[in-house]
């Protein structure tokens, strides 16, 4: 590797420092070339990155991005796993803890998460934390719990309220498949027949006195004949 290609190599390093949200460092001793192509695409679903650099060139790209603190971690060979802000940490730190616990290699030495130091044993805690999506799907849960519990409630109070009419209908107070709202339709006394209906029969009496007055003869015709 020449001078350009070392000076390349440091200012990719020292972007990636910078874009990440997390930065994990490991002892890659002991790793297979396949074994690291099959990490590389396991990291990827976390949106992390495993790269092999070494040392010297490492802590000139740490000095350059301001992160000191992981010029601590360069002592023997040396990888970094460089997680994006928008990646998933846990879930990184966890693909890395897997594949040690499979292949007994790369055993954590430490790193850095939004600019603070982490240790072996947070790096551990981190591993054993649930991944972002199993953490958004026990969050929705929480909230809908109380919606679920009112829709339960309702469904049982609905229930409850049917079996209260069920009841009723076997005491007889309620004939079966009347419900109440036609029991008291049965019960209101009917309406009185509106009065322009009755108006005909009342012109017709009326006028029936005057058919008779006309056809009878008077008192005093009766009178004369006689």
Do not use: C, W
Not at 83 to 105: C, M, N
């Amino acid at each position: 590797m020449n001078k350009d290609q070392k000076a390349a190599v440091v200012e990719e390093v020292t972007a990636q420092i910078k874009e990440s949200g997390a930065v994990f460092a490991v002892d890659y001793r002991g790793i297979t070339v396949p074994q690291a192509a099959e990490l590389r695409a396991r990291l990827l679903e976390a949106g992390a990155r495993f790269r092999v650099v070494k040392n010297t060139l490492t802590q000139i790209a740490a000095d350059q991005a301001d992160a000191e603190s992981l010029k601590q971690v360069l002592e023997g060979p040396t990888a970094f796993t460089f997680v994006r802000e928008d990646g998933d940490v846990a879930l990184a730190a966890k693909a890395l803890a897997q594949f040690k616990r499979e292949h007994d290699v790369l055993g954590f030495k430490g790193g850095i998460m939004n600019g603070e130091v982490l240790s072996v044993e947070q790096l551990g805690e981190l591993a054993r934390l649930p991944a972002r999506d199993v953490l958004h799907s026990q969050l929705v849960g929480v909230i809908a719990s109380p919606i679920t519990g009112l829709v339960r409630g309702l469904n049982a109070l609905i229930a409850g309220l049917a079996i209260q009419l069920g009841q009723i209908v076997e005491q007889g107070l309620l004939p079966a498949g009347e419900a109440p709202a036609e029991a008291a339709e049965a019960e209101a006394p009917a309406e009185p027949e509106p009065e322009a209906e009755e108006a005909p029969t009342e012109e017709a009496s009326a006028e029936e006195p005057e058919a008779d007055e006309t056809e009878a003869p008077s008192e005093g015709e009766d009178e004369k004949e006689g």
